[in-house]
């Protein structure tokens, strides 16, 4: 096995991104994932360890992603940190108010692991670039 960075993936969501055999599969690609279903819960998790990316379902209705996304955008220590929106819905508009919302990254679901993953560290890269 070759050692690779570990990616620290936060998952603001009720399951789809984590469920245990989703983070196994996950860790076996570097990608390790804090599961939040609250912005309390996300709120802790970010002030006890340093994040690399926030993943956000959209269809999650006890949060809304638009909101949360504004809202982490505009403090100072975490407007440079990536953030990823997610749904099934593929209209236009969804992706438009992800976008608009602040999110770096707009992907379908369901998210084939592997193709995630790779747009997960190009994201990454390219934030690490510029």
Known sequence: MTAQ???KLLSLDDKTVTTDLDRAGYRKMGVMVRAAASYDEANKVLKAEKIDLIVINMDYKPINAGEITKHLKAQDEYK????VLTSVQTSAKVRNTALDAGADL???Q???RQYFIEK???LL???TRT
Do not use: D, M, N
Request: proline share 16%; hydrophobic share 40%.
């Open 120 to 122: 997960l560290k190009q």
């Open 106 to 108: 707009f992907v379908e």
């Open 5 to 7: 960075a570990t990616i």
């Open 80 to 83: 440079e940190l990536p953030i």
């Open 110 to 112: 369901p998210l084939p």
């Open 125 to 127: 890269e390219h934030k």
